[in-house]
C-alpha cells in the first residue's frame, strides 16, 4: 500500500466550507448520537466533505470536521489517513480502483493493469485530460465476475483488454456505458452454457413445498407401521366384546320425585312432611370444629430421647432388654429411659429357649 500521507501544500485549497444542504446533513448526523458521542459521525462527515470537494479530503475539509465533531484535529486526521476510502490526494473525473488481487490476478488483472498504465500513467496520478485516475485495491468482492474494476460508485466486471478499452473511451467521450458484466452475463451466474439447475420445473413453481410434502407422507407412512406393530403387540388372541354402553351416560331414575311416588302408588309428599324435613332442629347436629379440635392429639407428653449408640457395634450387650416372652403382664415390664413400657425382660436358656 502506497503511503497516505496528505496533498503538497501548493495543491491545497485555502478554506472549506459545507454547502448548506450539505449542513444539514451534518446536523441530521449529529443529532444521531447522545451528547459528547458526537465524534461517531466523524466517517460520514469525511465522506460527505469528500463528495463536496471533488473526490478528495483537502486539509482543510478534515480540520472543518474536526470543528464541527469538537474533536482534535489529529484525531480527524487519523481516520482519514487510516481508511483507504479516503483519497488524500485529487484524483480524475473517473476514478479507477482496480482489484490486482488473486482471483481477479488469475483471470488477466495484469492485462488490464498495462491498460491503466498505457492510457493513465502511474497510480494516484490524475491524466492529462483530467479524466482518469486509479488506484490498485484489494478484492472488492465481485471475484466471480473477476477481474474487475470499480469506477467512482459502480462496478464492471468480466474484463478483458478489449472491452475495457472500449470502456475507458466511451467515458471519456461522455457516451453511456454498461455497469456490471462486460460479457453479457447476469450476475454471477456461470458464464456461458449453463451446466447446472437445468431443470426447468425449478423455476415454474410446481417444486414449491415438494420437499415438506415428501417429508410428510414419509413421516404419515412411518406413523402408520408403528400404529399397527403396536396394535398387534397389545391385541388379545380373544379380544372382549365391547360394552355397549361404554361412553355413554348412565340413564338412571331420580331417588324420590312425586313421579316414582305416583307410578310406585305412593302417596306424595305432605306440606307437613315438607315443614319437618326441613326444621333445622330435627336435624343431625354436627359439633362446630373448635381450634382445639383442629389440633392433632398428642401422641405422648414424652419427649423423643435418642438411642445412645452401642459400643459393641449392634451386638446384644448382658443387661440390654431383649425380645420378651409372649404373654407375660406389661406391668412387669421395666420402664424405658423415656418413661414408656418396654417389653418384658427374657432370659434364654443354653438351648436358647426362653426361661
Ligand atoms: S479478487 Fe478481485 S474482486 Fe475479489
Known amino acids: 500500500m502506497a503511503v497516505r500521507k496528505l496533498a503538497p501544500e501548493e495543491i491545497q485549497p485555502d478554506s472549506f466550507t459545507f454547502s448548506s444542504e450539505n449542513m444539514a446533513f451534518v446536523a441530521q448526523q449529529i443529532a444521531k448520537y447522545p451528547p459528547g458521542r458526537q465524534a461517531s459521525a466523524v466517517i460520514p462527515l469525511l465522506w460527505r466533505a469528500q463528495e463536496q470537494a471533488g473526490g478528495w479530503l483537502p486539509r482543510k475539509a478534515i480540520e472543518k470536521v474536526a470543528e464541527l465533531l469538537d474533536m482534535p484535529h489529529i484525531r480527524v486526521m487519523e481516520v482519514a489517513t487510516f481508511y483507504t476510502m479516503f483519497n488524500l490526494e485529487p484524483v480524475g473525473k473517473y476514478f479507477i480502483q482496480f482489484c490486482g488481487t488473486t482471483p481477479c490476478a488469475l483471470r488477466g488483472a495484469g492485462d488490464i493493469k498495462k491498460v491503466l498504465e498505457r492510457r493513465v500513467g502511474e497510480q494516484n496520478h490524475v491524466s492529462a485530460d483530467g479524466n482518469f485516475s486509479w488506484l490498485e ?23 478483458t483488454t478489449e472491452n475495457f478499452e472500449k470502456l475507458l473511451d466511451d467515458l471519456a467521450a ?50 402408520s407401521a408403528g400404529e399397527a406393530a403396536a396394535a398387534t403387540a397389545s391385541a388379545p388372541s380373544t379380544p372382549k366384546p ?19 311416588r305416583a307410578k310406585e302408588g305412593e302417596a306424595p309428599i305432605s306440606q307437613t312432611e315438607r ?3 326441613s326444621d333445622g332442629k330435627r336435624a343431625t347436629a ?30 446384644p450387650t448382658p443387661d440390654a432388654p431383649s425380645t420378651p416372652v409372649a404373654g407375660t403382664p406389661p406391668s412387669d415390664t421395666p420402664q424405658r429411659r423415656d418413661g414408656s413400657e418396654s417389653k418384658p425382660d427374657v432370659t434364654l436358656d443354653k438351648s436358647n429357649k426362653p426361661s
Open 137 to 159: 485495491v484489494e478484492c472488492l468482492g465481485a471475484c466471480c465476475n473477476a477481474p474487475m474494476v470499480q469506477i467512482n460508485d459502480d462496478y464492471y466486471e468480466d474484463l
Open 286 to 315: 354436627v359439633e362446630a370444629r373448635t381450634e382445639d379440635a383442629a389440633k392433632p392429639a398428642p401422641q405422648s407428653d414424652k419427649s423423643y430421647v435418642a438411642t445412645p449408640s452401642k459400643p459393641s457395634g449392634g451386638a
Open 242 to 260: 365391547a360394552k355397549p354402553e361404554a361412553g355413554r351416560a348412565i340413564e338412571s331414575e331420580a331417588a324420590d320425585t312425586p313421579a316414582k
Open 174 to 223: 461522455g457516451r453511456p456505458v454498461k455497469k456490471g458484466s462486460q460479457v453479457g452475463r447476469r450476475s454471477s451466474e456461470p458464464q456461458g452454457d449453463v451446466k447446472t439447475l437445468t431443470d426447468p420445473h425449478l423455476y415454474d413453481g410446481s417444486q414449491v413445498g415438494a420437499w415438506r410434502k415428501r417429508f410428510e407422507e414419509e413421516a404419515a407412512s412411518t406413523a
Open 275 to 277: 315443614k319437618e324435613a
